[in-house]
Structure formats: structure tokens, C-alpha cells
């Protein structure tokens, strides 16, 4: 077999706009992933960016399921010496809501130069409402 290389600008991206309120986390962050990523396409190739774009509406809202409110931690250090910050879910959302979500997506995608610039595809949005308007998104149901 050979390697397929696709010319970027044979690519067509198409929008697409996911509205998570009530949905569950992970759900939404899977789905998102793989439309950006382009898996589902037929040209796939895992070594170029050929996916679409992803718009996510109501982050804000979004849901866990079970005790997750209060017990899902996230982590990050400040750099300096005794620095890891931990906050769980429930403190994360109020603070900023898109955030689980964007970390949810971001560490189902590649790592490195092609993961970052696949995560510039997906907006997320804490509201009902988006700028994208003019793309014309297609609604997905979950």
C-alpha cells in the first residue's frame, strides 16, 4: 500500500455545531475529536489535517455523570517548586466554563504540532451563542 497524501486544498471542510447542554463530558469530547480530526471522512489520513470544523454551543451547561461534580480533578503546575495546583470539576466550570471541555478534546487529539493545529478547528462556547453564523454549521445530535 502506499501512503496517501491529500492536497490541502482538495480538502472540503464543512462546520458543524454540537449544542452540549444536558450531554455528558466525555460524549460530546469524543465526538467533537473525531469530526475534527477527520476520521470520519474517507481520505483519513492520521499524518494530515483533513477534518472539519467544530463548533460547540452551551459548555457551560454541559454534564457529568455520578459523584465526577466533586471528585474529577484537574492539575497544573506553575512551574515553581511545590507549584501543582489541583481544582475539581464543579470549581473549574465556575471559574471557566468552556475548560473541562476544551481539556476533554484536547487530550483526545494528537500530540504535538499537528494536535495543536487541529484544536484551532474547535470552538467552544460557554452560551446559546456563536459567531459562526455565516458557515451555516449543521446541527449534530448526540
Known sequence: MKTVFVKPASVERKWFV????????????????????GKEKAIYAPHQEVGDFVVVVN???IAVSGRKAQQKLYHHHTGYVGGLKT???EALSARHPT???EL????????GPLG?????NVKVYAGAE???AAQNPA???L
Open 18 to 37: 454540537i449544542d452540549a447542554e444536558g450531554k455528558i463530558l466525555g460524549r460530546v469530547a469524543a465526538r467533537a475529536a473525531s469530526i475534527v480530526r
Open 130 to 132: 456563536h459567531p459562526h
Open 116 to 120: 495543536r493545529k487541529i484544536f484551532k
Open 104 to 111: 476533554a478534546i484536547k487530550g483526545m487529539l494528537p500530540k
Open 87 to 89: 481544582v475539581n470539576f
Open 139 to 141: 446541527p449534530i445530535e
Open 99 to 101: 475548560s473541562p471541555l
Open 59 to 61: 459548555a457551560g451547561k
